[in-house]
């Protein structure tokens, strides 16, 4: 998921330098909504992997 927001930033800014102001806020929308579902979803996983690690036995 990581991948595909950076491809998106790079899109975007690829966009924006050659003028094409609607499809680089587009995508620097998308890449900015993925690269926030990444963060919660590598919390959620560090959060889970440390609660598992305490119940071993």
Do not use: C, D, E, P
Not at 9 to 16: C, D, N, V
Not at 26 to 37: C, H, M, P, S
């Amino acid at each position: 998921m990581l991948y595909w927001a950076l491809m998106f930033l790079i899109i975007a800014l690829i966009a924006a330098f050659l003028g094409f102001g609607g499809v680089a806020t587009a995508a620097a929308g998308i890449a900015k909504i993925l690269f926030y579902i990444f963060l919660i979803v590598f919390l959620l996983t560090l959060i889970m992997g440390v609660g598992r690690r305490g119940n071993r036995v």
